[in-house]
């Protein structure tokens, strides 16, 4: 596996794609980089890192605006024992944000077809993409930070529709998590939009002109407890299921009520709990960007999942728009027969995380305790490795 000796240690550093990690030996790197890594990544990191050096050359004002202070100024954070630290996102924040800016506002990518001019391997094909809107994949490591992305992407969005005239993107955001777990977490980052006060995305009023902070007007919509009130600047989070077509959402050990899970589905009647159809409610509005955390867990074109987005592009193109946006986030974009999601426009893998310190490092137990392990004579995984899972605990 090939880690460059002049791999920067700091997850800060703006890191060349010359030196990025790819799964081969290092004598591979000059023949085989573009074969072995997600098809777009390699051309699009180098193209980036031009535009980047360039100073955004190309861009609209209001990304230039958002860029410079995400990741050119400094920002200071209290803490609660009212001490000051400086935050800074990860390099591979700021590259997933630079590459879906760059892919939107310079290259001006509409769908696949556009997304296929950086292939370098040669094998991308149109039949590879399953959707006809524009959709862009970042892979992360599993702890390095996606839900950041996930603000920022959302925030640039919203600015982009309110200050460029010209702009198709949206100021309503249908946010899906795969399950209740990971539900619960973005709902601790989004609740009353903490993450975009807490963390640096909103530009100071008055910065270039514009009242950042004043403008930004959001509601947060959970799950069933949807109150539209405004046609534009609503989060909608929400679990998978709940975004089905309403003869479609089927039952799901996630409900509240999870009667009609291991009981099939009841009558329905005037006494029964009605739902909030958030499926259709998304459909109904004018504009939206979809945002996917997790969406290894729910990404298969056969399934509702994919159906209840194309069901919403397509309502949205009867009206002569279309789904704005879909930005996925993800450790691991692949299908299940292994194939890696062709869409993946950023790639920062475990190995360079674990470089850097953004992950935790796994432990190596010494030699003479690994010799000690023997394998028991059992059925049951616990007994059989019960050294092992002994010495891991210990570790």
Not at 344 to 367: R, S, W
Request: hydrophobic residues 40%.
């Amino acid at each position: 596996m090939a880690l460059h000796p002049d791999f920067p240690e700091s997850p800060y550093d703006i890191i060349n794609p010359a030196i990025r990690w790819f799964p081969a030996d290092e004598s591979l790197r000059e023949t085989s980089m573009d074969k072995l890594m997600p098809p777009l990544v390699p051309e699009l990191r180098k193209k980036v890192k031009g535009w980047r050096d360039s100073g955004y050359v190309g861009a609209t004002e209001t990304s230039r605006s958002l860029l410079n202070w995400w990741f050119k100024t400094p920002h200071l954070i209290p803490l609660a024992d009212r001490t000051m630290v400086e935050f800074q996102y990860y390099f591979a924040q700021r590259e997933a944000l630079e590459t879906i800016i760059y892919l939107y506002d310079v290259v001006g990518v509409k769908d696949k077809y556009d997304l296929m001019r950086f292939d370098g391997s040669g094998a991308v094909s149109a039949s590879l993409f399953d959707e006809t809107w524009r959709r862009f994949v970042v892979k992360m490591a599993t702890g390095t930070g996606k839900t950041k992305v996930l603000s920022l992407v959302l925030a640039w969005s919203f600015y982009h529709k309110l200050y460029e005239p010209e702009s198709t993107l949206a100021r309503n955001f249908l946010v899906i998590a795969p399950n209740i777990i990971v539900l619960d977490r973005i709902y601790k980052d989004f609740q009353g939009l903490r993450i975009f006060f807490e963390d640096p995305v909103l530009p100071e009023n008055g910065r270039d002109g514009r009242n950042w902070r004043e403008d930004f007007q959001l509601t947060l919509h959970l799950q069933d407890d949807v109150r539209i009130t405004q046609h534009t600047g609503n989060i909608f989070l929400t679990n998978i299921h709940r975004v089905y077509a309403s003869d479609d959402i089927p039952a799901s050990p996630d409900d509240e009520d999870m009667r009609d899970y291991f009981l099939g589905k009841r009558p329905s009647g005037a006494t029964t709990d009605s739902k909030v159809d958030l499926g259709m409610i998304v459909r109904d509005i004018e504009e939206l960007v979809v945002l996917n955390d997790e969406v290894h867990h729910i990404h298969d074109p056969r399934m509702a999942w994919f159906n209840s987005i194309e069901d919403i592009h397509n309502r949205l193109k009867q009206k002569g728009a279309a789904l704005s946006l879909q930005v996925d986030v993800t450790a691991t974009p692949k299908h299940n027969n292994g194939a890696i999601f062709v869409q993946t426009v950023a790639d920062y893998p475990l190995v360079e995380a674990i470089l850097q310190n953004v992950v935790k490092h796994p432990e190596i137990p010494d030699a003479p305790s690994r010799a000690k392990l023997t394998e028991r004579q059992s059925a049951k995984f616990t007994e059989k490795y019960a050294d092992y899972i002994h010495l891991g605990v210990i570790e």
